[in-house]
């Protein structure tokens, strides 16, 4: 199956900066696109907030929150996800999850199959004031 796997958490001051990442992978066949790939956070108790998306054409939105602030791109070589986050601030603490609705991959034996609604597992960010 797909899987998708975030990196780059961590504990930072604030004004420091953290780049996280988000890689798709297919335990079998390989991956041959991947749609719009999305940002969140969530801090318990809390909704889950859309960050910033990043289409496969290179459309690109971002929360007002963030604004000016974050950077969200995309390798398709390396089926990643990044989001460059400059200016941080303790209110940006929170769990970071990648999304990414729709994977289309091939196996010689199978064919194409879609994949829907993939979720990571979450990477921690600890903004200290």
């Known amino acids: 199956q797909v899987q998708l796997v975030e990196s780059g958490g961590g504990l930072v001051q604030a004004g420091g900066s953290l780049r996280l990442a988000c890689t798709v992978s297919a335990a079998s066949g390989s991956i041959l696109s991947i749609g719009t790939m999305n940002w969140h956070r969530q801090v318990l108790g809390k909704p889950r907030e859309l960050v910033a998306s990043i289409a496969s054409g290179g459309r690109i939105d971002y929360a007002n929150s963030v604004k000016g602030r974050f950077t969200i791109s995309r390798d398709n070589a390396k089926k990643t996800a990044y989001l460059q986050m400059d200016s941080l601030k303790p209110e940006d603490t929170a769990v970071y999850y990648c999304?990414?609705?729709?994977?289309?991959?091939?196996?010689?034996?199978?064919?194409?199959?879609?994949?829907?609604?993939?979720w990571g597992q979450g990477t921690q960010v600890t903004v200290t004031s």
């Open positions: 999304d990414v609705p729709y994977i289309l991959t091939t196996e010689e034996a199978t064919g194409d199959k879609e994949h829907h609604n993939y």
